[in-house]
């Protein structure tokens, strides 16, 4: 397991603590190096699901203890509603639209990665020239500060393109969406009626926030 998954257990104290587990930093593509691997090969890195926090004032009123059975509580809730990491949408469409601008064939892998080093990634997923590795660092939905009853859903995303043929990342990236209070900010009932209906679709929201965070800071795409 890798430090950024031991840092993922205590998701809800994440708005002050995210930065202890992962970079946040900017870090753009370089358009000119890129385009060097115009009609090359590109392969998107497969990673487990990460673990899901569902918050409630009963759970967290308990530390340690409370942080165990909001993640039980939550990883229940997506394996019982279906629930999708967004890191593969946001990693599948950002594919996409580098394969269209630069040309690059997208190959298919079963690999799973299990770490964060750069010179593992690059010999993991060697049978490509270019790897993309979007990775969830924390998914969950929690009670806002003033009022319990109602709930956001906060996520945040982990970007980094890596050359395979000499190991070296050409561009790393953070996105973190936390929605401010609305009058139609949701119960947890409402979160999770109809099959997590509304908790799906703010997480579609946030995925949809990210890849756009992505493709104008990271990726530079016009």
């Given amino acids: 397991m890798s430090a950024l998954r031991k840092c993922l257990p205590l998701p809800l104290i994440a708005l002050c603590i ?19 691997f115009h009609g090359g090969s590109m392969v998107i890195a497969q990673r487990e699901k990460p673990s899901f926090s569902a918050a409630t004032a009963g759970k967290a009123a308990f530390a340690l203890i409370g942080a165990a059975a909001m993640i039980s509580s939550g990883n229940a809730i997506v394996r019982e509603n279906e629930i999708p990491d967004p890191a593969v949408h946001i990693g599948q469409t950002l594919a996409s639209d580098l394969v269209n601008d630069d040309a690059l064939t997208l190959v298919q892998s ?18 490509a020239d270019l790897l993309l590795d979007v990775q969830t660092i924390n998914w969950s ?14 996520y945040s995303a982990k970007l980094r393109l890596i050359d395979t043929r000499h190991a070296k990342l050409i561009a790393d990236g953070f996105c973190g969406h ?20 509304r908790l799906k679709q703010e997480l579609t ?18």
Avoid at 21 to 33: E, F, L
Wanted: with cysteine; hydrophobic share 40%; glycine share 4%.
């Fill in 18 to 36: 995210l930065s202890g587990c992962v970079s946040t930093k900017i870090a753009p593509v370089d358009r000119t190096v890129l385009s060097g």
């Fill in 110 to 127: 079963t690999s799973t990665a299990e770490t964060m080093d750069i010179a593992r990634l690059a010999k993991e997923y060697a049978a």
């Fill in 141 to 154: 939905f929690v009670y806002f500060p003033t009022n319990w009853a109602h709930y956001r859903v906060i």
């Fill in 178 to 197: 936390v929605p401010e209070e609305t009058a139609d900010a949701p119960t947890r009932d409402e979160l999770l009626q109809n099959g997590a209906a």
């Fill in 205 to 222: 929201t946030a995925a949809d926030y990210c890849i756009n965070e992505f493709r104008t800071r990271v990726l530079r795409k016009a």
